[in-house]
């Protein structure tokens, strides 16, 4: 693969033009302001710690996670978290952020997690065949138990090998509560759709009602929080309305802001593009960083901004060490810190996390894949 963490790097743009969060919109490339949820503030975050007497994840004390339905209600009752994950040929760093913010709210929570992996959804929105996907989704499986998840508390599976069962029969029980005005208005599909995608939405769906993992949770009607992108909103805000008709509590939404493409936030960030982020089986090499503003003399007089400049956006996402950030910030934004000294900071940063995953990641037997991917009762209390 040709994107070296080294030469992505070094094509950081300092620049996202005139974006302004007044200018976001309700689509899967840019983040979403006015859609009805509250945002984290200190108060909740407050509230967290005292609930949990655990710190606050960097990611959501830096705006990582910027947007909650119904946080508070359901960090104090016993909770389970369900993820889904599209199916990708390759997972690059920006996947890692949603990984470690469910690993650390598995951990500060000790609750269980479900994992979907859609490799049905990538068969109908991508050209691609049913065999292809099984195929990616447990590639992909490998790369998520690479964070760390406790086996005891995780359960990974493939729409594509569990849909079947309880689970089917939740699916079932979402189609009937909604119409197809309902998802033509919602997901803007319209008669040349393929009736595939029409019933996707309940598959999406399906994993926030406990009941569809009989092996897990035994029956019991159990309250969800679900870590999500915003493009993946849709489906939950229709979950969230199915829920209570089916005697079901509603799911509790944590939306995430997306991480920033290498060439500036107003591009979208693409696992088929080399180019726009540094990839998780990309290979490290140092060499001497070059940048910075028009002339030295220039950014030693003006300083940079942060606000726009990507190296210090990822650093943000990256470094947990708050008062080395805000270093970071004060020394550039002055003008003492360089462009391309910066992008050394955050090269030094990414290497030894991505080789650390690569590392894990192929320590994953096919023995360990199975087990996390085996339908069983989970270790909780």
């Not at 959804?121 to 998520?144: F, P």
């Not at 033509?184 to 309940?202: L, N």
Request: hydrophobic share 40%; glycine share 6%; net charge negative.
């Amino acid at each position: 693969m040709s994107g070296e963490i080294t030469n992505n790097i070094e094509n950081l743009s300092i620049t996202n033009n005139h974006h302004t969060e007044d200018d976001d919109v309700v689509d899967p490339w840019n983040v979403v302001k006015r859609f009805g949820s509250s945002k984290i503030d200190q108060e909740l975050l407050d509230r967290f710690e005292m609930v949990t007497g655990k710190k606050v994840h960097h990611l959501l004390r830096r705006g990582g996670y910027a947007h909650h339905l119904e946080q508070l209600r359901i960090w104090e009752t016993f909770l389970f978290i369900y993820w889904s994950w599209s199916i990708l040929f390759f997972v690059h760093l920006g996947h890692l952020i949603p990984f470690t913010l469910c690993k650390w709210l598995q951990d500060v929570f000790n609750v269980p997690l479900v994992i979907q992996l859609t490799d049905d959804e990538k068969t109908l929105w991508k050209d691609m065949k049913l065999e292809e996907a099984h195929r990616m989704a447990y590639e992909n499986a490998k790369d998520i138990i690479a964070i760390g998840f406790d086996i005891e508390k995780t359960f990974i599976f493939s729409d594509l090998d569990y849909a079947v069962f309880e689970f089917y029969r939740n699916m079932i029980r979402i189609q009937k509560c909604v119409t197809f005005n309902q998802v033509k208005g919602i997901f803007g599909f319209d008669d040349s759709t393929v009736i595939g995608k029409i019933g996707f939405p309940a598959v999406q769906a399906s994993p926030a009602l406990s009941t569809s993992f009989p092996d897990i949770f035994n029956g019991k009607k159990i309250p969800c929080l679900i870590p999500c992108a915003i493009d993946q909103d849709p489906y939950f805000r229709m979950t969230r309305d199915v829920c209570p008709r089916l005697g079901f509590p509603k799911p509790a939404l944590l939306h995430s802001k997306f991480f920033p493409a290498l060439q500036g936030a107003q591009t979208k960030m693409s696992s088929s593009d080399v180019n726009s982020t540094i990839f998780c089986n990309d290979t490290p090499k140092q060499h001497a960083f070059s940048g910075g503003q028009t002339t030295v003399e220039e950014h030693r007089k003006l300083g940079g901004n942060c606000d726009i400049d990507i190296s210090y956006q990822y650093l943000k996402f990256f470094l947990e060490d708050d008062e080395k950030l805000e270093q970071i910030r004060r020394d550039y934004t002055s003008g003492a810190l360089l462009t391309g000294e910066l992008k050394k900071i955050l090269f030094d940063v990414l290497t030894p996390l991505v080789a650390e995953h690569q590392r894990l990641r192929s320590e994953i037997t096919d023995e360990i894949l199975k087990q996390y991917m085996t339908p069983r009762k989970l270790n909780f209390h």
